[in-house]
């Protein structure tokens, strides 16, 4: 079992920057597939960006503009967001599973989430 906490979100401006960390407590995640999805009120969660192995994948939305990390030794992970704007708005939540097939981008593949962190970029 794995459990995901994140943390870093909050209240900025257009064009700030943020990051976003998910810490993984439960049994070791560092090779772990993991992603982040966003909700935005009044709509469904949308995946943003996913690490399996060496790669990294990102919605167009966010692509040139947030990097996924991670930190094996801290058994955590990274969103940056750069150049934020107000459409990033919305809760982030960390997931993570054992395995992920080449659906990435959907939340039928992770089986481990946290409890999300919000995030709000005003105009």
């Known amino acids: 079992q794995v459990q995901l906490v994140e943390s870093g979100g909050g209240l900025v401006q257009a064009g700030d920057s943020l990051r976003l960390s998910c810490a993984a407590s439960g049994r070791t995640f560092s090779n772990y597939p993991a992603g982040w999805f966003r909700q935005a009120p009044g709509k469904e969660r949308e995946f943003v960006a996913a690490?399996?192995?060496?790669?990294?994948y990102y919605a167009d939305s966010v692509k040139g503009r947030f990097t996924f990390s991670r930190d094996n030794a801290k058994n955590t992970v990274y969103l940056q967001m750069n150049s934020l704007k107000p459409e990033d708005t919305g809760v982030y939540y960390c997931a993570s599973s054992a395995y992920i097939g080449r659906d990435y981008f959907s939340m039928g593949e992770y089986v481990y989430w946290g409890q999300g962190t919000q995030v709000t970029v005003s105009s």
């Open positions: 690490i399996r192995g060496a790669n990294t």
